[in-house]
C-alpha cells in the first residue's frame, strides 16, 4: 500500500525558522511571519516604517519545512531519535511484545495495508523510572524540557517579554504533577509539547474511522491537516476494522503527540462484546499500542459500579463510550471496573515507556440537565485517588472533563478538579453551553471551552460542527481546529500568557496601516481571510466593502490623527 | 418595481400558534414543536410515551403563518394599526414632514424603485406624552406591553414553569428605563419585543448596502431571513445608493423592530463631505426616518472634541463609522460634536414618534490592545448623563457597547455600564475576545457575547463570519444569526431564566431516545443539521456514524439503565 504525499505548504509569507538550545543539542520549529512596512503619506510626503516580524507557536511540523522531503510511505524524520538512543536507561526490544500485535505483524493478509517502516520498539531497563515525571523529580532537565521552554516563548524575548518559563520551570510542573510532557519513547517524531495551565492553552483533536466510514489514507490526510491549522495532540479514536495498522500509518507520519482509548481495540477484539472484555485482552493492548508509540491512553478507571445506580438520576444516562463500556463490563459481571482494580498493573505498563494516563470521564454529563451531578462528581474524586496511584508510578497525569455545561455551572467544575485532583492538569470536551444547536457544536463548546480554560484548563478537545451528527471530514476538522485556536488563544490572552497578546497586536496595527496581506499571514486561516476578502475587494483598497469609500471609520480616524499631530 | 415573494416556509415539524392576552385583544405568536412518543422494548414488550409540544419565541413573523399570504410588493399586515389608531394622543399627519422626504416623493426618477403600498405618517398630538416609557410611568400596561409579557414566557405555565415576567413587570421595567420596548408608532407591522436584562437576551443583525454591493431585493431578503432564522431586531446600515427608498422596502417588510444610524444618510446628503454636515441636514434625516417608522436610533452624541486627543493614544484608532464622523467634524469645526449640543431637540424629536435611542460608543475599542482604554470609558459617563437627559424626555435609551475585548476586561465593561448609565439596556457588539481570526469573528466574538450577556447585556449584535473582509451575504447572515441565538440562549441558560432549559431537556431526551427528527425539529438549525445527519445515515439508525453499532454509549448506557430497572 502507497499513500500518496500530502500538499500541505508553508502558510503564506511565513518561513520555517529553529531556535537552538543552550543545554541540549535541540532545534525548535518556529513559524515567522514577515511583515511589509508602514507605508504613510503625510503632507504629501512618504513615510515608512518597518514592522517587526512576528514568531508563532507551529504545530505542524516538518511538513512546513522547504528542506525537508517529506514521504508519509516512510514516516517523518525521528527527531527525538537522537536523544532517546543516548539514554542509558532504556531498552531496545528485539521486536514487539504484545501478542495481538505479534499476530498482526505474521498476517500476510495485512501486508497490503501495512505501513512499511516499521522500527523494533524500547521499553525501559528494568527497575529504571524513565519517565519525563521520574527525571523531573530527580532535578533533571531533559531534552524535551528545554524544547518546550523554548517553544512557549514563541522568541518574545527578542521584543523584551519577560516570561516565567524556564527549562527550569518546565521540570518543577511536571514533578509537580501540574504538567504533562506526552512523550512515548516510541514515538521519536512527535516535537515536544506541554500540557499545564502555566504554559499556552492546547487543543486535541480527535479523528479516527468508525466501522461506517473513512480508510487509512483519509484519516493519515486528516491527521497532518489536523496539524498544520493548529492541533497540539491528535486522538486516533478509530472503531473500524485494521485499527492497529491505521494507527501505525498514523503515528509515524505525526508530529505531536497522539493519544488513545485502548478500551475501544480491546472492545473490537472480542467483537464488540462488552460481556467478553476481559483484563488480559486489555493489558495486552496497552503494551501493543505503547509500543507503536502512543503518548497517552484514555483510561475510564474511575467509573465504578456502584455508580451505575446513579444513571436512573440523569436524562442522557452515560454518554462516555468508555464509561459506558465499562459501566456494562461491570454491571453483567456484577463486579468492580476492571481497570479500576487493576490501576497500579497499568500504572506498571505505562512507566515503562512513558506514556501518559488521561484519566477518563466516564460520568461526563451529555446534556445541560446533568451537568454537575452526583455521577459527576463522585467519579471526580476516585479520579483524584487515582492520580496519587499514577504519581507514585511516575506516570503522568491528565483529567478528562465535561461534556455538556452551562456557563454557570462551569466554574464549579474548574474548582473541585483542581481540589480533588491535586493539580493535575484538565482537559475537556468543550464544554458545550447549550444542547440546542447540532451542526454547530463547534461553537456552543467554544463558547465554554474558553471560559474553562480562562479558568485553567490546561487543554482542550475540540468538537466539529459535525458533534452529534455524524464523523467529521477534513473541511470539518478545519472549522474545528480552528474554532478551538479561537477559545484557547482567547483564554491565553486572558491570563496575561506571556507574548500572548502580540499577534493581536501586529494584526491589529497591520488592520490600522490597510496592510491586507500581512492582516491574512497574520491570521489563524490565511487561506479562508484571503478568499472571504479577495471575493469583493481590490487587493490595496484603503476601505473595506463593509463601510465603502466614504464611510470608512479608521481612514477617517488617521486623518484626524494626522491633523492632530500636525 | 417589483420583488419576488421570497419563500420562507414553516419551520419542520412546527405549527404556528397564537396566544390569545387578558387585558387586551392582542394574539401573540409562537412556534410549537411537535413531538413523536418516546418508543421502547422492554422485555420484548413496546412501551410507549406521549412527549409534550414545546414552544418557542418566534420572530418569523406571518412569514411562517399559512394562513397570511405574504405579498413584499404590498408589505406586512399592520397588527398593531388597530391598537395605534385608538389610541387619542396620536394624531394623522396628511403627508411626510421632512424636507428630504418629500424631495424623494416628488422624484419621478425615483418611481421605479419605490415602494408603493405606502401609507401617511402619525406624530404625536402637541403636548402629549406618548412613548412606551411615558405611558408605563403613568402606570398604563399598553397592549404591547402584555404582548411581550406573554411573548417572553413561551406558553411554559402551562408546564408549571413560574415566572416573574408579568404585564406589570414589563411596565415596571420600562418605566424605570431597565428595559426597552422599541415600537414606533409608524412601524405597525413590528411585532413588539422587550430588551432588558431580566428578559430573554435578544440579538440584533445587521443588514444594508454600501457603495460597492447589494442592491434591494437582496437586502429585503436578507431582512426577512434573519427574522426566520431568529435575529429580534435589525440595523439597516446601508450606505450606498437611495437608502431612503431601501429602507422603506425594508421596514413595510420588517416584522421585528428596526434601527438605523442616521448618519450615514446625513452624510450621504452631503456627499460624503464631513465638513458639510449640518444640524438641519441632520435633524431632517430623524424625521425623515421616524416617519417611515424606524424603531431606534443609533446616535454618537457621546464623543466628545475632548476625546479626539485621545486617539493617539489607541492602537486602532476610532472604529465606529458614526464616532469617526463626529469627531472629524468636530476636529474640522474646531467645535463641539453638534449631536452632543442639539441632545435636548434630538430627544423632542424622538419623542413625538416613540423613536428609542441607542447611544453609540463612538469610542469603542477596535483591537484587544485598546479595550476599556480611557477613550472609551469616558465616552461612557458621557452616555449615562445623556440617558438622564433622554429619560427626562420619555424617549427610551439603549446604551451600546464594545467592540475588542479579552474575557478578562469583559465583566468591568458590563460593571462600569450598569453604574455609569444607570441600568438602562446594554447592547454590544460581540465583544470579540481576539483580534487574529478574521473569517472567524463570529466566533470570536461570540465567545465575548455570551459572557457579557450572561453578565448582564440585554441585546448582543451580531457578527458574521465576514467581518473585517466584506459584507455578509445570505449564507453569513445565517451563520451570524445562528451563532448569536447560541450565545444569547447560553446566557438564558446561565441567568436561569424561567422556562429556558425546556428545549433543551427535550432535545436531550428525544438524543437519548434516538428520535432524530424531534432532534432536527428541536434544533436552532433544523435545515443543517438534517443535512449533515442525512449525508451519513439511515434516518431510523440506533446510533450515529460518530460511534459506530458497537460502541454507542447511550444505546449502552440504556442497556445498563434497563438492566437496573428490572
Chains 1, 2 share one sequence.
Not at 186 to 202: R, T
Not at 217 to 236: F, I, P, R
Not at 265 to 276: C, I, R, S, T, W
Not at 432 to 448: C, K, W
Request: glycine share 6%; charged share 25%; proline share 5%.
Amino acid at each position: 500500500m502507497e499513500i500518496n504525499n500530502i500538499d500541505v505548504r508553508n502558510y503564506p509569507g511565513s518561513t520555517k525558522t529553529y531556535v537552538e538550545g543552550k543545554l541540549h543539542d535541540i532545534r525548535v520549529p518556529m513559524r515567522r511571519i514577515d511583515l511589509t512596512p508602514t507605508v504613510k503619506i503625510i503632507n504629501g510626503e512618504k513615510m515608512m516604517h518597518e514592522n517587526a516580524p512576528v514568531y508563532v507557536y507551529d504545530t505542524s511540523g516538518v511538513y512546513t519545512d522547504p528542506d525537508v522531503t517529506i514521504d508519509i510511505n516512510k514516516g517523518l524524520p525521528r527527531t527525538r531519535e537522537k536523544w532517546i538512543s543516548q539514554r542509558n536507561d532504556l531498552e531496545q526490544l528485539p521486536g514487539i511484545t504484545s501478542e495481538y500485535g505479534r499476530q498482526r505483524e505474521a498476517d500476510k493478509s495485512l501486508d497490503s495495508i501495512r505501513f512499511a517502516n516499521r522500527y523494533a520498539p524500547r521499553r525501559a531497563k528494568k527497575g529504571c523510572a524513565i519517565t519525563q515525571m521520574a527525571l523531573a523529580k530527580q532535578g533533571i532537565i531533559t531534552p524535551e524540557m528545554e524544547y518546550v521552554a523554548i517553544r512557549e516563548n514563541m522568541n518574545n524575548e527578542k521584543l523584551g517579554i519577560k516570561s516565567h518559563i524556564t527549562p527550569e520551570f518546565v521540570r518543577d510542573e511536571i514533578a509537580a504533577g501540574r504538567a504533562v510532557l506526552p512523550a512515548n519513547i516510541n514515538h521519536p517524531e512527535s516535537e515536544p509539547m506541554i500540557i499545564g495551565s502555566k504554559f499556552l492553552v492546547k487543543l486535541n483533536t480527535n479523528i479516527g474511522n468508525s466501522a461506517l466510514s473513512s480508510g487509512i489514507e483519509e484519516e493519515v490526510n486528516k491527521a497532518v491537516w489536523s496539524c498544520y491549522w493548529g492541533g497540539d495532540t491528535l486522538m486516533d479514536l478509530s472503531t473500524g476494522d485494521n485499527i492497529h495498522e491505521t494507527r501505525e500509518w498514523i503515528i509515524r507520519n505525526c508530529p505531536v503527540p497522539m493519544g488513545t482509548v485502548p478500551v475501544y481495540q480491546a472492545l473490537e477484539k472480542v467483537n464488540g462484546n462488552v460481556k467478553d472484555l476481559t483484563w488480559e485482552i486489555y493489558r495486552d493492548t496497552l503494551i501493543e499500542q505503547a509500543e507503536q508509540g502512543v503518548d497517552y491512553f484514555t483510561i475510564h478507571a474511575g467509573v465504578l459500579r456502584a455508580h451505575a445506580d446513579l444513571i436512573g438520576e440523569r436524562l442522557t444516562g452515560i454518554v462516555s463510550r468508555g464509561g459506558s463500556i465499562m459501566t456494562q463490563w461491570a454491571t453483567l459481571h456484577d463486579s468492580e471496573n476492571f481497570l479500576y482494580t487493576h490501576f497500579e498493573e497499568i500504572c506498571e505498563i505505562l512507566a515503562q515507556y512513558d506514556v501518559a494516563v488521561s484519566l477518563g470521564d466516564g460520568m461526563r454529563p451529555g446534556s445541560i440537565h446533568d451537568a454537575n451531578d452526583r455521577s459527576q462528581f463522585l467519579e471526580l474524586d476516585v479520579l483524584g485517588q487515582l492520580t496519587e496511584i499514577a504519581w507514585r508510578h511516575n506516570v503522568q497525569v491528565l483529567i478528562e472533563g465535561p461534556g455538556h455545561v452551562p456557563m454557570n455551572k462551569i466554574k464549579e467544575n474548574m474548582e473541585r478538579q483542581m481540589s480533588a485532583c491535586h493539580k493535575a492538569p484538565f482537559y475537556t470536551l468543550g464544554p458545550l453551553t447549550t444542547d440546542i444547536a447540532p451542526g454547530y457544536d463547534h461553537i456552543t463548546s467554544a463558547i465554554g471551552a474558553a471560559q474553562i480554560a480562562w479558568l485553567g484548563t490546561a487543554m482542550i478537545c475540540y468538537v466539529t460542527p459535525k458533534e452529534h451528527l455524524a464523523l467529521p471530514n477534513l473541511e470539518d476538522v478545519r472549522n474545528g481546529v480552528i474554532t478551538y485556536k479561537i477559545a484557547a488563544h482567547a483564554a491565553d490572552l486572558a491570563k496575561g500568557h506571556p507574548g500572548a497578546q502580540v499577534r493581536d497586536n501586529a494584526m491589529s496595527k497591520a488592520r490600522y496601516d490597510f496592510r491586507w496581506k500581512d492582516q491574512f499571514n497574520l491570521s489563524l486561516d490565511p487561506a479562508r481571510a484571503r478568499q472571504y476578502y479577495v471575493e469583493s475587494h481590490k487587493d490595496d483598497d484603503h476601505f473595506c466593502t463593509m463601510c465603502g469609500p466614504n464611510f470608512c471609520a479608521m481612514r477617517i480616524s488617521q486623518a484626524v490623527a494626522d491633523n492632530c499631530a500636525k
